[in-house]
């Protein structure tokens, strides 16, 4: 439990440093140029609780600037994320802002992939919601669906079997992966909203890309709508026997 060290590692060389939340999973938004190895003691020369593990030195926090807008796609520095109880991953830095954009944790990339569509046109791979007319970068829908997106809950996969695992931030800089769109998804799954950043709207009328991926959504959602009507069904007998036996 509590924090852990974050290493993040820049193309250069440089590293900086940050606290890992193990109870929100996350990378803490403040930033550090130092850190203070395992079992050293802090500056009034005692050990801290947490001497067993490597931490941030507090006197070395960096300038923060969130109030300043983030840094166009192509002036974002691809970076890796060490954490030592919670492996590694490619992350966001914005130069303008000193910040990591994100992910801020090593799950974030699977739940873009749970959340988006990916589709190849224009000589890109955009990202977009599920069956929405435009791309998170704005571009009209128009390209081929790839094997990317997925859903799977209480037993139920779509599609069956589901696609293969797929970091996008590590094809940062092949130059497939549109970078518009990607710092789009990692900013509305970190904060749930989309920042200082927002995508064009997305139109009410929606199209689809592929009507036998479409149906077997529709699939899926109706085996989950049967599932849920099992339980209420479940429960409403199980409190009608309760009534009988104890009643009132």
């Known amino acids: 439990?509590?924090?852990?060290?974050?290493?993040?590692?820049?193309?250069?060389?440089?590293?900086?440093?940050?606290?890992f939340s193990s109870i929100t999973g996350s990378v803490h938004e403040t930033l550090y140029s130092s850190h203070i190895p395992q079992g050293a003691q802090d500056e009034n020369g005692h050990y801290p609780i947490d001497r067993g593990r490597n931490r941030v030195d507090r006197d070395s926090k960096l300038p923060e600037h969130s109030d300043q807008p983030i840094s166009d796609p192509d002036d974002l520095i691809p970076v890796r994320v060490d954490v030592e109880a919670n492996g590694s991953w490619t992350a966001l830095f914005c130069p303008r802002r000193s910040q990591l954009l994100g992910p801020i944790s090593s799950g974030m990339g699977d739940l873009i992939q749970r959340q988006f569509?990916?589709?190849?046109?224009?000589?890109?791979?955009?990202?977009?919601?599920?069956?929405?007319?435009?791309?998170?970068?704005?571009q009209p829908v128009s390209g081929e669906e790839l094997p990317y997106h997925y859903f799977e809950w209480n037993g139920i996969r779509d599609p069956d079997p589901l696609p293969p695992r797929r970091d996008l931030f590590q094809e940062w800089n092949g130059g497939q992966i549109c970078r518009a769109c990607l710092l789009r998804a990692v900013l509305t799954c970190r904060d749930g909203g989309w920042d200082e950043n927002p995508p064009p709207p997305i139109p009410a009328e929606r199209v689809s890309h592929d009507p036998e991926k479409s149906a077997g959504r529709f699939s899926a959602l109706l085996r989950l709508a049967g599932i849920l009507a099992l339980i209420g069904v479940g429960v409403f007998v199980l409190r009608a026997a309760i009534g009988y036996v104890f009643p009132p």
């Open 117 to 138: 569509l990916l589709i190849h046109q224009n000589g890109k791979q955009h990202l977009a919601f599920d069956e929405a007319a435009q791309t998170l970068c704005g």
């Open 1 to 19: 439990m509590g924090d852990w060290l974050a290493r993040i590692h820049f193309p250069d060389g440089g590293v900086i440093y940050a606290n």
